[in-house]
């Protein structure tokens, strides 16, 4: 498992735990590490200030500073030393804002876990594509956020959800291939999960420009049943780390574990039911690969 789910999980995953979405936790106030990597007192003033910068520019439409969007979710490290080695970078991000993959079965526990979520445009995708018009951001739990409360004029932009309905959208999105992820506002509170693909900043970053990472594979990747799998190739289309491979010789597509994000998106996509998800663990190539580039 990954070491969030030993440090925050005690040995489970940490983000089926009920006490990382706690409202103890979210207005506790920060170790002096924490205090210094994320400039706040509690995690709500951290929030408030995130929400400010990176979720509401998206919201109103309004742009703000890069350097005021970029120190929303980046650690004093990160910012302060331009020169910060890619582990030293990883490090601050743990601490501040860090995300992991979830495959969508993970997803609605989440949502069974928390009251309701507020589903609202994404910042990263207003400052690299300029667009609001997608509504793939959900801050979990009752405005967590505090966008409705502390932004009235904003709510025409934003959507509560109750759980089956935000099922819903997020099978939805499963089936476009966006991939899943959960956040933390100052580790380990989570408040948010987020549906990403190229245009979402940290996977960009992350992955495409093959940076530092950014968010934790999954506890899962994906199998094909070669008694299933009929080598339509559909699957591969949907892959966003360039997992799967196709064998002419066989007819069928192979997954490479040590690529495999462990999304299953791929499984949308499959029209013989040929993918399934295997715990990491449990593969002893993949079992220990939770951060680096596919």
């Known amino acids: 498992m990954c070491e969030f789910c030993t440090k925050h999980g005690e040995g489970k995953k940490w983000y089926l735990e009920m006490k990382n979405y706690a409202n103890e936790l979210l207005h506790a106030e920060l170790s002096s590490e924490q205090k210094e990597a994320v400039r706040a007192r509690t995690r709500a003033e951290w929030i408030e200030r995130f929400s400010y910068n990176f979720a509401m520019p998206a919201v109103d439409g309004v742009p703000r500073p890069l350097e005021q969007f970029l120190g929303a979710v980046l650690s004093t490290t990160e910012l302060g030393m331009p020169q910060a080695g890619e582990d030293e970078i990883v490090e601050g991000r743990k601490v501040v804002h860090f995300g992991q993959v979830l495959p969508i079965e993970d997803v609605e526990k ?78 380990p509170f989570i408040f948010g999960v987020c549906n990403c693909d190229r245009d979402c900043l940290a996977y960009r970053g992350y992955i495409e420009q093959r940076g530092a990472p950014s968010f934790f594979r999954a506890e899962y990747i994906c199998r094909i049943d070669v008694d299933l799998c009929t080598g339509c190739k559909e699957c591969i289309s949907q892959c966003q780390f360039g997992a799967q491979f196709y ?48």
């Open 110 to 187: 989440v949502i069974d876990m928390v009251d309701s979520i507020t589903r609202l445009p994404c910042g990263c995708r207003f400052v690299s594509t300029g667009k609001t018009n997608k509504r793939y951001c959900f801050g979990l739990g009752k405005d967590v956020w505090g966008i409705l409360g502390k932004f009235p004029d904003a709510s025409s932009s934003l959507e509560v959800l109750h759980k089956e309905e935000a099922k819903r959208v997020i099978r939805d999105y499963d089936k476009e291939g966006l991939i899943h992820t959960v956040w933390t506002g100052v580790t």
């Open 247 to 294: 064998s002419s010789e066989l007819g069928q597509v192979y997954i490479d574990p040590t690529r495999c994000f462990g999304c299953g998106v791929c499984r949308a996509a499959c029209p013989t039911d040929a993918i399934h998800l295997v715990a990491r663990r449990e593969d002893p190539v993949a079992a220990n690969v939770w951060l680096g580039h596919p």
